[in-house]
């Protein structure tokens, strides 16, 4: 049983940047990758971003690439999401997610674990 908490989450103005983390805990915690979707009013829930959690590889999509870095810190269970040069089409609830299969994907039903999600709001 695995436990995602996200926190970071704020109100930014356009051009401004903001830190999302999100903490893991439970008994094991050993997935593939842990990553970012996001879902903004009245729109389907999107992958942002992920990390292989051993090997470090990170995959963004296309919206947040160059602006967007995904990190992992091991010693604390802990992945961040630094998000540069934010933009009003940002604003969404990011959920931190967990993969434990080998999959190559980027679905949603990819993904096995989520956490509650944190609100990010920007400002023009």
């Known amino acids: 049983h695995v436990q995602l908490v996200e926190s970071g989450g704020g109100l930014v103005q356009a051009g401004g940047s903001l830190r999302l983390s999100c903490a893991a805990s439970g008994r094991t915690f050993s997935p593939y990758t842990i990553g970012w979707f996001r879902q903004a009013l009245g729109k389907e829930r999107g992958f942002v971003s992920d990390?292989?959690?051993?090997?470090?590889?990170?995959f963004y999509a296309d919206p947040v690439e160059g602006r967007f870095t995904i990190t992992r810190d091991h010693a604390k269970n802990t992945v961040y999401l630094q998000m540069n040069s934010l933009r009003p089409e940002d604003t969404a609830v990011y959920y931190c997610t967990a993969k434990t299969r080998g999959l190559l994907g980027r679905r949603r039903d990819e993904y096995d674990y989520w956490g509650q999600g944190t609100q990010v709001t920007v400002s023009s």
């Open positions: 990390i292989g959690w051993s090997g470090g590889s990170t």
